[in-house]
């Protein structure tokens, strides 16, 4: 199976920062990675797809890139509604995983 | 609108099975592959399995194999997941998700609002 590792795991940041997220693929899946934002209570949301294809609706803060291993998603001024934990998912092949995930909390 | 609606909570007892339903609407059903996906308390996110409500083929994650059943009914675009032996591990909530397009791996860009499935003694 394909493990996904996450970076940081908690991140701690201010209203109007830029932050970035990595996800690393323990082999390479191409451009075949996915990006979901979770609130509490709340099903995942569909942020990015295909490694750096915004989902239709989503803002365009929200970027994606990177391809093979390193993966990243980057929020270029984070807005309150943005804290919420964030997975990374591999498409590349069958099981499908996530990333453990990135919890983004209000400094 | 596009929407997956899924099944109430459940309580069950260790060894019990439990079948969660996922009611799909504003689309056609069979145009799309869906997926299971479960998330512990606490946790992260886990597949379980997909199902084609076209044809109703499935692949189910090796950790579920034997013990998951997933399955559709065309008539009333539902899909189902049957989980058995239940045991305290599998408390979790259970979502649908449905894949972003007809390709068989694609992103799941609508889900169930969730499915939150107790087991207790």
């Known amino acids: 199976d394909i493990q996904l590792t996450q970076s940081p795991s908690f991140l701690s940041a201010s209203v109007g920062d830029r932050v970035t997220i990595t996800c690393r693929a323990s082999?390479?899946?191409?451009?075949?990675l996915a990006w979901y934002q979770q609130k509490p209570g709340k099903a995942p949301k569909l942020l990015i797809y295909?490694?750096?294809t915004l989902q239709s609706g989503v803002p365009s803060r929200f970027s994606g890139s990177g391809s093979g291993t390193e993966f990243t998603l980057t929020i270029s001024s984070l807005q309150p509604e943005d804290f919420a934990t964030y997975y990374c998912?591999?498409?590349?092949?069958?099981?499908?995983?996530f990333g453990q995930g990135t919890r983004l909390e209000i400094k | 609108q596009v929407q997956l609606v899924q099944s109430g909570a459940e309580v069950k007892k260790p060894g019990a099975s439990v079948k969660v339903s996922c009611k799909a609407s504003?689309?056609?059903?069979?145009?799309?592959?869906m997926h299971w996906v479960r998330q512990a308390p606490g946790q992260g996110l886990e597949w379980m399995g997909i199902i084609n409500p076209s044809g109703g083929s499935t692949s189910y994650a090796q950790k579920f194999q034997g013990r998951v059943t997933m399955t559709r009914d065309t008539s009333t675009s539902t899909v189902y997941m049957e989980l058995s032996s239940l045991r305290s591990e599998d408390t979790a909530v259970y979502y649908c998700?449905?894949?972003?397009?007809?390709?068989?791996?694609?992103?799941?860009?609508?889900w169930g609002q969730g499915t939150m499935v107790t087991v207790s003694s």
């Open positions: 998912q591999q498409l590349n092949s069958y099981p499908i995983t």
């Open positions: 082999q390479g899946i191409s451009s075949y």
């Open positions: 998700a449905r894949a972003r397009s007809t390709m068989y791996l694609d992103a799941f860009d609508i």
């Open positions: 504003g689309y056609t059903f069979t145009s799309y592959y």
């Open positions: 295909a490694a750096s």
